[in-house]
RNA sequence: GGCGGAAUGGCGGAACUGGCAGACGCACCAGACUCAAAAUCUGGCGAAGUUCACUCUUCGUGAGGGUUCGACCCCCUCUUCCGCCACCA
């Protein structure tokens, strides 16, 4: 009879027939399992589904399959760039409506997906771009406008002439678009809507306790890093003729040696006290500075002018020079400083080029006041101040507070925390992403559309303008619409809002996503959430997972959910590299998943994307690498066809196999429940089928038959289908992934024996077989009986014997 | 400049807690099967030296030092690469 071959298309489509309409491990309601909620990030916003796709839906339907088979209570949606960003590109490149592209992509993602990981159908009506999740983002949008989380201001954004829209921060690289890299980030003042996540700057950072250990350290610390806590205090300086300008400092303790106020060249006080010419050469800051790498900002050279202000120091009471400086920023702080030239290096490097004054005041605990005449460098740590009338004497921090306090009680200044976080900005002027739901009436102002009236939903059919304001504008029935206050005619907001804002808490919705009187019901919520493990790459560190951070928080305070934090376990995947680069659509070296699908199976693909590398590790993509995992699928698919019968081999090799298919279990359960090496478990199977073949003809049936279920139910997590297949093959009927994870057998999977090199001063002279499980003493005792070893050691004096039972022997010798 | 990560054969990687370096796969070489090729199966495969041969010896985990009976692993110094942040007062 011949040998049956794998044939990857033949297998898969079968079972992609089979269960089509059936939702193999669909999460139950009310289960009395434990519960166990595994989400994915995709990894690259980069458009239709890509061989890093795969990796990351193989991470987590990999570890999904197996959970399940441990009994849990699996739910296992699908992860939100399929549906979000490909649909944002698709609308770039092929200029069409984004909501029909979508739904197309959609229909698309539905196949393909059906072929990566069956586990997906759940809730497939939950899409980002569906009318019902613009309603809820739109309800939740109306509710932070009550609680002052939603304002509108003017703010200078990022433009890109190009696509004509403005772009979020994360998408300006090395100060040109994203997506055009020779062409320079413009800035522009338009009207933006904020959400108000400084509110929650304290919040965020504190609740960061709450994930040490279960997020990689990594995210954590940008977290820190990106909400950027400094404590200090802010200070009134009075501008003769103006009035208070505030300061913020962490430094306060060095106020005494404050030589100069620098104003960032966009403060007020430029605008409204300054003539003319000196608001055009601050002007030319803001513009040099827009244009110029930010990659190189700290090298720019320090520029300002003395605006001929004058302002008082509230403490000692001195009259120092206002300037305007390059390097003070309008966006931290107050955008206005106290130049401390002796204790601050970009004060000191300011002052000397124009010619500041430079006063130390404070000096190290045990040593002197440096001279100002002879400083080479500011001097920043804490010590003794001095110089700073009745503060002198006191130690840098108790003057903090000190000073501190005096401001306060002076009606002059406060104790101060500043972040380096900002509010959010969420306008875009995009034809895609949900509407804003507010409507400015010429007497009402800005008016909330009414809950009832929602959702807002784009227009059907809408040119692509490029003209630099919302292709939405152009859409006059969509634009003219009567003021739910007054009545009067009244024009609709056309900024729609970021698709971050979709991501936020989609993974609630994927909870209760056909509920049509709330976002979800809590009660649904609580018995999913926390998520249990997410699973994603680490470019989401500072932006989606420091947003949806926020949602939650929010949300927890509207009191619909009972969480701090939606998400207890984070895992970070590397990414996948090809020809150096990172693998993306607009870079245009991704390995299609179709492609890899097609030829070689998306068993095989999914194999090989965790085969390559551990997990956590970016990982190069070889298309010859494939082939390895495909033969081997091959050979195990072959193995288990011709070994069905009851005929067999004779047996001799049975304890051997067997032993080896229970230590390959062990294994293979070891790294799902602790380190996730998949890379290492499909090893240990490669060798399993290495040894089966190897030992075939002295395999008995019973033996074999054993071997390969084991086989077969090690496979179940990383290749489905195959797995599915030989389940059949072995006359069972039932879906392979309802039955139970087996455990290993501790006695089948023990060695009788063990190799156990001997070294003489370190160095590995033989080795000896002694039965398994000898202690120290024992094992001492058979090396110094072998032969080998007293040949070795004729004639030298035995210093010391070091036994490591199971692992080696080590004789050191004179 | 700050913080974090990494460096192992021709390549991806393994060695889990200080205990046999190079598992497993790719590539390559040889053999079997075949008219032939593909597929498949079997064997070899860090470097240098050595033996008719079974072998054996030395070197070897980015560089240099240290700790230890023993170091890819711990400590110190350095090099290179990657990621994120970066004039944050």
């Known amino acids: 009879m011949p040998e049956k071959t794998y044939d ?42 890509h061989i890093g796709h795969i990796r990351n839906y193989s991470i987590g339907d990999a570890l999904a399959r197996y959970m399940w088979m441990r009994g849990y209570n699996v739910l296992h949606p699908m ?31 539905k196949r393909t997906h059906r072929r990566f990981a069956f586990s997906y159908d759940w809730d497939r009506e939950v899409t980002t771009c569906e009318p019902e ?17 939603a304002y509108r201001k003017q703010a200078l954004v990022n433009w890109c002439r190009e696509c004509a829209t403005v772009l979020a921060n994360e998408q300006v690289v090395d100060g040109c678009c994203w997506r055009h890299p020779a062409a320079p980030v413009e800035q522009r003042a338009l009207e933006q809507w904020f959400l108000r996540t400084t509110a929650y700057a304290e919040d965020l950072l504190r609740d960061i306790a709450q994930l040490e250990g279960a997020w990689p350290e990594r995210v954590l610390t940008m977290q820190r890093n990106w909400i950027g806590r400094s404590e200090g205090a802010e200070v009134d300086f009075e ?24 104003l960032a060249p966009e403060h007020p006080v430029v605008a409204s006290r300054l003539p003319a010419d000196l608001q055009a050469q601050a002007k030319q800051m803001t513009d040099a500075r827009a244009s110029q790498s930010p990659a190189h900002a700290e ?26 400086g390059n390097f003070v920023l309008m966006g931290y702080g107050t955008g206005a400083i106290m130049a401390v030239p002796a204790h601050d290096e970009r004060d000191f490097e300011f002052c000397r080029k124009y010619g500041i004054a430079i006063r130390p005041v404070v000096r190290p605990v ?17 010590g003794m101040v001095e110089n700073s009338g009745p503060y002198s004497g006191m130690k840098s921090e108790d003057a903090r507070r000190e000073m501190a306090l005096r401001a306060q009680a002076g009606n002059f200044g406060k104790p101060a925390i500043t972040y380096r976080l900002k509010d959010w900005g969420v306008s875009r002027q995009r034809y895609w992403g949900t509407p804003i739901p507010v409507i400015h009436c010429a007497t009402d102002g800005v008016v909330p559309v009414p809950d009832e009236d929602l959702p807002v939903l784009l227009p059907k059919q809408i040119q692509i303008t490029g003209k630099g304001r919302s292709p939405l504008d152009e859409v006059p029935e969509f634009v003219n619409v009567m003021c739910p206050k007054c009545g009067q005619p009244a024009r609709r907001e056309t900024d729609t809002m970021d698709t971050f804002v979709d991501s ?31 699973i994603g790459g680490v470019e989401h560190a500072i932006l989606h997972l420091i947003y949806s951070r926020f949602w939650t928080k929010v949300m927890r305070d509207i009191g619909l959910t009972r969480y701090d934090e939606p998400v207890r376990k984070l895992f970070t995947q590397g990414m996948v590299i090809r020809n150096g680069t990172k693998m993306s659509k607009s870079v245009g070296n991704v390995v299609p998943a179709d492609e890899v699908a097609d030829k070689f199976g998306a068993d095989t693909a999914r194999l090989f994307a965790l085969f390559a590398a551990p997990p956590e590790r970016d990982v190069d993509w070889i298309d010859a690498g494939v082939e390895g995992i495909y033969r081997f699928l091959g050979r195990v698919y072959r193995l288990a066809t011709r070994n069905t019968g009851s005929a067999g081999g004779d047996g001799g090799a049975d304890a051997a196999v067997l032993r080896k298919a229970h230590q390959t279990l062990k294994k293979v359960t070891d790294d799902f429940d602790s380190r996730w090496h998949f890379n290492t478990s499909i090893a240990a199977m490669m060798e399993l089928v290495n040894q089966l073949y190897a030992e075939e003809p002295r395999i008995s049936a019973a033996a074999m038959r054993q071997a390969i279920e084991i086989l077969t139910f ?13 389940w059949e093959e072995q006359g069972h009927s039932g879906a392979l992934i309802r039955e139970t994870w087996p455990d290993f057998d501790a006695d089948l999977a023990r060695e009788t024996e063990a190799e156990i090199p001997v070294q003489i001063n370190g160095k590995i002279r033989t080795r000896i077989t002694v039965p398994a499980g000898l202690d120290a003493v024992q094992l001492q005792a058979a090396a110094l009986d072998d032969d080998k070893v007293t040949a070795l050691l004729e004639g030298r004096t035995v210093v010391k014997v070091i036994a490591v039972p199971g692992k080696l022997l080590n004789v050191v010798v004179k």
């Open 714 to 726: 090690l496979l179940a997590p990383f290749a489905p289908y195959l797995a599915q297949e030989l």
């Open 366 to 382: 045990d040593g002197e006041l440096a001279d100002a005449s002879t400083m080479t460098e500011s001097w920043g740590d804490y």
């Open 8 to 49: 990857h298309n033949q297998i898969e489509l079968k079972w992609h027939e089979r269960w089509k309409d059936d939702a193999l491990y669909k999460a139950e309601e009310n289960s009395s399992k434990p519960k166990y909620y595994v989400l994915e990030m995709l990894p690259y916003p980069s458009g239709a589904l």
């Open 299 to 324: 090298e720019a050279e320090k520029e300002g002018f003395d605006t001929g202000l004058k302002a008082v120091n509230p403490f000692s009471g001195e009259i120092v020079p206002v300037w305007v």
């Open 79 to 109: 992860g939100w760039d399929a549906f979000g960003l490909p649909a944002e590109n698709a609308a770039i490149a092929n200029k069409t409506p984004p909501r029909e592209w979508t739904l197309a992509n959609i229909e698309k993602m």
């Open 239 to 262: 501008i003769q003729g103006y009035g208070p300008v505030r300061v913020f400092t962490t430094r306060i303790d060095t106020i005494y040696g404050a030589t100069c106020m620098i």
């Open 504 to 534: 936020s808490w989609y993974f609630y919705r994927y909870c209760d996503s056909k509920n049509s009187t709330a976002p979800f019901d809590t009660k649904k919520i609580d018995y999913w959430f926390p998520i249990d493990q997410y």
């Open 133 to 149: 999740y613009y309603r809820w983002n739109q309800w939740f949008f109306l509710r932070m406008l009550e609680k002052g989380l």
